[in-house]
């Protein structure tokens, strides 16, 4: 396993605005356009899948996903596994929400799916660190921007681009990194 390089990373960190930050207007995102259907691989944000389990997923983002090459980290299997641990056994709809998320696991190609490496855990903490004091998050918070910290660098490690329903999160991620690559939809 590689070496964390600490200094690094706080050299790295210097792009802290030390002053929060608001979402921006959806006319200054990247939004999923049907007229850009191609270009470079995705990642799938843990919204995506949900999205397509409940069936809220645009057609757009459908044509999308059916267009470019789709990658899947351990970070949004992580956070579905997350799901079935939490749900309740004893509720009627466990079973079947269950069952959802295994397809939806199993279905992930193995050479497709991927891993943050040291530098990017690293570095996601501090980002996520700085993210819940800018941005006052809570306990719940926390945890979201963590996951989305790792998640957001992992693509821009991996010359990706996040795919997310996620818009007020990435879009501050997006103020901070503007280096980083995010395509943004809306659920039907």
Same mark, same amino acid.
């Given at each position: 396993?590689a070496?964390?390089?600490?200094?690094a990373? =706080?050299?790295?960190?210097r792009?802290?605005?030390q002053?929060?930050l608001?979402?921006?207007g959806?006319?200054?995102?990247?939004?999923?356009?049907?007229?850009?259907?191609?270009?470079?691989?995705?990642l799938?944000?843990?919204?995506?899948?949900?999205?397509q389990?409940?069936?809220r997923?645009?057609?757009?983002?459908?044509?999308?996903?059916?267009?470019?090459?789709?990658?899947?980290?351990?970070?949004a299997?992580q956070?579905?596994?997350?799901m079935?641990?939490?749900?309740?056994?004893?509720?009627?709809?466990?079973?079947?929400?269950?069952?959802?998320?295994?397809k939806?696991?199993k279905?992930?190609?193995?050479h =497709?799916?991927?891993a943050?490496?040291t530098?990017?855990?690293?570095?996601?903490?501090?980002l996520?660190?700085?993210?819940?004091?800018l941005q006052?998050?809570?306990?719940?918070?926390?945890l979201?921007a963590?996951?989305?910290?790792?998640?957001?660098l992992?693509?821009?490690?991996?010359?990706?681009?996040?795919l997310?329903?996620?818009?007020?999160?990435?879009?501050?991620?997006l103020?901070?990194?503007?280096?980083? =690559?995010?395509l943004?939809?809306? =659920?039907?």
């Amino acid at each position: 396993m590689a070496a964390f390089d600490f200094d690094a990373a =706080r050299r790295w960190a210097r792009f802290d605005s030390q002053n929060t930050l608001s979402r921006r207007g959806d006319e200054e995102l990247p939004f999923v356009d049907a007229s850009r259907i191609g270009g470079q691989g995705l990642l799938l944000d843990t919204s995506v899948y949900i999205d397509q389990m409940q069936d809220r997923s645009p057609q757009v983002l459908d044509d999308l996903i059916a267009q470019r090459q789709v990658n899947h980290s351990t970070v949004a299997i992580q956070e579905l596994m997350h799901m079935v641990g939490v749900l309740s056994p004893s509720n009627a709809l466990t079973a079947t929400v269950i069952s959802e998320i295994g397809k939806q696991i199993k279905a992930m190609p193995p050479h =497709r799916i991927f891993a943050p490496d040291t530098e990017v855990l690293g570095r996601a903490a501090l980002l996520s660190g700085i993210l819940c004091r800018l941005q006052g998050y809570e306990k719940d918070g926390k945890l979201r921007a963590l996951q989305d910290c790792m998640l957001f660098l992992q693509a821009q490690k991996l010359g990706l681009v996040v795919l997310t329903a996620t818009i007020s999160d990435y879009d501050i991620l997006l103020q901070l990194i503007p280096t980083g =690559r995010t395509l943004f939809y809306r =659920r039907k």
